[in-house]
């Protein structure tokens, strides 16, 4: 009843608005074969099988979730690398550079009874140049014996090395202890999370034109700023005014460079893709508006719909694009991006710089509807007339009751309901369609969830 809501949306503004609070991120860097997969799962307690017997297999899982000591932050494991043109040096080397752009710390693990080898050398020399805090895991300590192996690790001009054995768990806790040491008092996110830019990751499979497209906004606009008085700003991103308002386009970085190694590019492509998501809050996702929609477009998309984050669809190249191409174009959207539906889309063109100036009004209408909370009593106002008059299918002869529903979070919006039994699909597509109708919330994803009170 209305009162009942009413309190629960007292506790909600109480617990619920507060910002999220960004977790540090910890990269996990290394050899293959040093147990870096094997430590992994140690850190995050649990037996899930990361760890895989093919050697070069890339493990599509790269982020996870960390939770020590009353304090959560998330672990990213690099691994899965196969030596590249370049050589097994150059591949690790680059990875490391990836974790000093994405992580607030870093850890290295090494072999002890192998000892630093020249990979381990080149990687120190990369990581000594890091401003973030980089710890050494001297690996496979599994008894005393081993002990004297972890001190020929000073050599890495890294620190104190840190014994562990990550198949019998011992020195996980110290190591653990030391990670939370180590992180910044804030870490790197918080920067858009208090006010400052928000984060934009401009995200698409290679050649789209996100250069093109960051060049020509970069370019227009007379403001570009690398540094804002009296901050500093980490440089792989870059401060961009679009219509009056600052933005932080996240890991553009890795744009203006063109990292291209020879093999495992793809591989690394989606490593910095995904990270670029995890960091921004609206992602822009450029698609190639000339040619045919690909498996990859789509693999781009739905990391940024699984990370839960903003959403707009940038249709770039419109300046090749022709009636015949057009009709084709509105076939595919019908077929492909059904899913998608509450993304807008922009036609432009990095070249011409066609309706380029759309995408600043388009990211805050996706922002906004990311940050948006619909209050309980509200919510359940429509939800009792909606459920009233299309009330949700019997199943094996008993009809479901939804209790009531909660906006349990924003950014995603998470919507929970409770109920006395399962709800199909098609209904909770219903429901979610029906939502959207009411609320909007156009450019973010929603998610609804079930909870069943028996
Ligand atoms: P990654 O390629 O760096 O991810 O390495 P993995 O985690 O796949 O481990 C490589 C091999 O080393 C596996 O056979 C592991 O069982 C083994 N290993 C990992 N950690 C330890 C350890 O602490 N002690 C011993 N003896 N073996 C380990
Ligand atoms: P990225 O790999 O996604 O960063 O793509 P680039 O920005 O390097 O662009 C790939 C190619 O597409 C380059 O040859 C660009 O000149 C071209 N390109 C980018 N944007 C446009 C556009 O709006 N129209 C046309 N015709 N070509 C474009």
Redesign the pocket.
């Known amino acids: 009843d209305e009162a009942e809501w009413a309190e629960f949306d007292e506790v909600e503004a109480a617990e619920g608005e507060a910002p999220p609070k960004p977790q540090p991120v910890l990269a996990v860097v ?13 850190l995050l307690g649990r037996r899930e099988a ?4 093919v ?1 070069g297999v890339t493990r599509d899982r790269v982020a996870y979730d960390a939770l020590w000591n009353g304090r959560r932050f998330t672990l990213v ?1 690099t ?2 690398w196969e030596p590249d043109a370049k050589g097994l040096q150059a591949s690790v080397a680059a990875q490391a550079e990836l974790a000093m752009h994405t992580a607030d710390a870093v850890l290295l ?1 090494v ?1 002890a ?1 192998v000892g630093a080898t020249e990979t381990e050398e080149a990687v120190a020399r990369v990581l000594r140049r890091s401003k973030r805090p980089v710890l050494v895991a001297a ?4 008894d005393q014996r081993g002990v004297s192996d972890v001190h020929s690790l000073w050599s890495l001009g890294l620190g104190e090395p840190m014994p ?5 768990g011992s020195g996980s806790g110290d190591l653990l202890d030391a990670v939370l040491d180590v992180f910044p008092e804030t870490p790197r996110e918080i920067f858009g999370a208090t006010g400052g830019p928000r984060r934009v990751a401009l995200v698409g499979k290679p050649n789209v034109g996100k250069s093109s497209l960051l060049n020509k906004l970069t370019g227009e606009e007379r403001s570009v700023v690398h540094d804002v008085a009296g901050t500093t700003v980490d440089p792989v991103d870059s401060l961009v005014e679009l219509d009056g308002e600052v933005w932080r386009f996240v890991d553009t970085a890795g744009l203006r460079k063109r990292v291209k190694t020879a093999s495992g590019t793809e591989y690394y492509a989606s490593l910095r893709t995904k990270a670029a998501i995890e960091a921004a809050e609206v992602a822009i996702m450029l698609i190639d508006a000339s040619e045919p929609l690909s498996e990859q477009d789509l693999r781009v998309l739905t990391m940024v719909v699984e990370a839960g984050r903003a959403l707009v669809i940038a249709y770039n190249k419109w300046d090749l694009v022709d009636e015949d191409r057009r009709h084709q174009l509105e076939k595919e959207i019908d077929r492909e991006l059904v899913r998608v539906r509450w993304a807008e889309r922009v036609n432009v063109s990095a070249r011409t710089g066609r309706a380029v100036a759309k995408l600043a009004p388009t990211l805050r209408t996706a922002l906004e509807s990311w940050d948006t909370r619909i209050p309980t009593g509200r919510l359940n106002g429509w939800l009792s007339d909606l459920v009233a008059a299309n009330p949700p299918p019997v199943r094996g002869g008993r009809q479901p009751k939804i209790l009531f529903a909660t906006q349990a979070q924003s950014r995603p919006p998470t919507i929970v309901l409770f109920t006395t039994g399962f709800l199909e699909a098609g209904y909770r597509r219903f429901l979610e369609r029906k939502f959207r109708e009411t609320f909007g919330f156009v450019g973010s994803p929603v998610r609804i969830s079930v909870r069943v009170r028996e």
Do not use: E, M, W, Y
């Not at 290394?30 to 140690?42: A, D, M, Q």
């Not at 690996?139 to 599994?142: A, L, P, R, S, T």
């Open positions: 290394g050899r293959p074969n040093v147990g870096k997969s094997t430590l992994v799962n140690r990361v760890v895989q017997d050697p494991d691994g899965g693990v072999d009874r690996n496979k300590v599994d562990v054995s990550a198949l019998h």
